[in-house]
């Protein structure tokens, strides 16, 4: 089994994210990329009460894209989401930058990839990531090193 649902934008574009909620944590990955985990903590603390949820994704917050595209005046933010178990499951990405969205939403599920990559190496990509002697972005800032959103925590402590 694997789930991820995070934040994915530079150091300095998740700090103004985070701001002081004291639920949130960042990851340094590979590429010059950090990832704040969308930990259920996290989750309750930034949802918006009575507010939309954003259509094709599973954990993230309603209401939560508004401050995602109000961050992205820092540098570019992606939201991503994936699960899957024994090679099937699915995959989403958005990509905000200067208050609009710029990639996205882009779901796959149970099929083949499309040729210009997944929902989240895409994403990457949008951010800059370069995919270099990896199988691809996604490989790249080794977003394959925890198997679950969860996991990622004790590093970031």
Same mark, same amino acid.
């Given at each position: 089994? %694997? ?13 103004? !994210? ?7 944590? /960042? ?5 010059? @990329? ?7 903590? $996290? +989750? ?11 259509? #094709?994704?599973?954990? /993230?917050?309603?209401? $939560?894209?508004?401050? !995602?595209?109000?961050? +992205?005046?820092? #540098?570019?933010?992606? %939201? @991503? ?10 995959? +989403? ?8 969205? @710029? !990639? ?15 929902? /989240?190496? *895409?994403?990457?990509? *949008?951010? #800059? ?5 990896? $199988?691809?972005? $996604?490989?790249?800032? #080794?977003?394959?090193?925890? *198997? ?10």
């Amino acid at each position: 089994m %694997y789930c991820l649902e995070a934040v994915v934008a530079g150091e300095a574009v998740l700090r103004e !994210l985070a701001g002081s909620v004291r639920q949130a944590r /960042i990851v340094a990955l590979d590429g010059h @990329v950090s990832l704040l985990p969308m930990t259920d903590a $996290f +989750s309750d603390a930034v949802t918006v009460a009575g507010a939309p949820r954003l259509d #094709g994704f599973r954990k /993230i917050p309603a209401g $939560f894209e508004a401050v !995602l595209a109000a961050c +992205s005046a820092v #540098g570019p933010v992606a %939201y @991503v989401e994936a699960e899957f178990f024994g090679g099937v499951g699915v995959q +989403s990405a958005q990509v905000w930058e200067r208050g609009e969205v @710029v !990639l996205g939403p882009l779901h796959v599920e149970d099929e083949p990839h499309p040729a210009e990559g997944n929902p /989240i190496s *895409r994403a990457l990509r *949008r951010l #800059g990531v370069a995919r270099g002697g990896h $199988f691809d972005e $996604f490989d790249a800032v #080794g977003l394959g090193r925890h *198997r679950r959103t969860g996991d990622w925590l004790p590093l970031a402590d």
